[in-house]
């Protein structure tokens, strides 16, 4: 995609300096002498990202941005700001620009911070499609999803769930192995029947029995009364057995002569009951593994496995993050206090950097947690879990060193010189010494942190870390 940038300057020089450096990047530029020529060129064409001087005749930076903002226009605004004047960047920050640089613009700067803006803008508009696509058609009974893996498992689940087949469903703990099995009920006419549910991991072997095949009264100490098991309630209907690779080789062959017979036997019963069940087995376990290991029934694998649906951990599916994390936004927001509308950018980086052990059910307690959280209609990192985005354990002053300058508008440049020097001391000594780690860390090229280190009289090796073991 061509990424097109629009400077904004009555300066030809800046206009020219500007566009020298980024064409160098391979964006695509153009330049405009003032802010209503600006606007004329951005309401005909797409512009990724405007770079847009304050002071200016006719109409200034300031409105032009006001303006973008008031329409709604979808594009990135950097703002050129006098050396020196925080204050000024600050209001700009506040009436809606993604950043702010100094002039003279320093060039590695002016790179890293225009392909910052491009690529959060990417990921705000990715996220206002997402929104749309969730009232559309990504979804799949209870399940969302876009990934492409997904797609292939709510196809399969359209093509098999109509049949009669015993189907085996295999993915780690909360990748929606249960969902899955509901959803294949309920595109079988069996809908009409009842689906139930036994997690067979839970119980030991004789209450397993019961559950499942029900008991006699009086067929063991405590048996009051008949009861009817799962197969039996779920007659006509659909019978989930949840972590099935972790049943005893005993359960196994009873379980596999249910299967053949179509018959089961109430514990301390003597007539079989003939049950109309159709069975979808679910497991984290890779049950070929248990058969080879000699801990499961090859025949009883077999007869479970006529349809294998395999569901990929949601870190092999990252994409499903952001649409994941709207969804479940909506659905807890009703508890919240304020509505909560989406995630800041450094939130959700931090969502898609997590590994997810534990699958969708992780993300989704994360984010019910973070929607209790979060103070207005913005989930922030901090309102996630410290699994998900660890905080950091040093004291450093924030993300970037723009921060600084931004939060801190009263600073004088000398009490921005000590602040500088400090920071970076922190830094360095929080990377040990690591100068790329350093400068990934502040937002700046490893070439301006060296830079910075001279400045200041700050030397690499007395960061480093020593060595442990
Ligand atoms: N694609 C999805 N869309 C929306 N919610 C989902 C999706 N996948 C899983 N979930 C949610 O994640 C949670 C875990 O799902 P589910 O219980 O089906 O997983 P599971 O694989 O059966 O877990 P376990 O192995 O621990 O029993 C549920 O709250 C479910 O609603």
Redo the contacts with the bound molecule.
Sequence with gaps: MTRRILTVDDQKITRDHLRQILETEGYEVEAAADGVTALEMLREKTFQLVITDLRMPDMSGFELLSTLRKERVPVGVIVLTAYGDTSEALRTMKAGADDFLSKPCDADHLRLVVARTIERRRLFDELSQLRNQLRGSY??H????QSAK?RKVFDLIQHVGPLDSTIL?H????????????ALHAVNTRRKGSFVAL?CAVLNDSLLESELFGHERGSFTGAEKRKIGRFEKADGGTLLL??IGDISPAMQAKLLRVLQSGTIERVGGTDPIKVDVRIIA?T?KRLEDEVRAGRFRADLYYRLKVILID?PPLRDRKE?IPL?AL??VEKHNSAAATPVAEFDWAAMQALLQHQWP????E??NAVKSAVALAEGSVIHRDDLPETVAPRSTSRLPGPSLIDIETHLPELTEDLIGQVEREYFQRVLAEYGGNVARCARHSGLSRRSVTQKLQKYSLERATFKKPRVG
């Design positions: 979804s799949f209870t399940m969302v999803s997904m469903i993915g780690e703990t909360g990748t929606g192995k249960e969902l899955v099995a509901q997690n949840d972590e679910a984290h569901l499903d994941l969804n479940f534990g699958n969708v059910r993300l989704e």
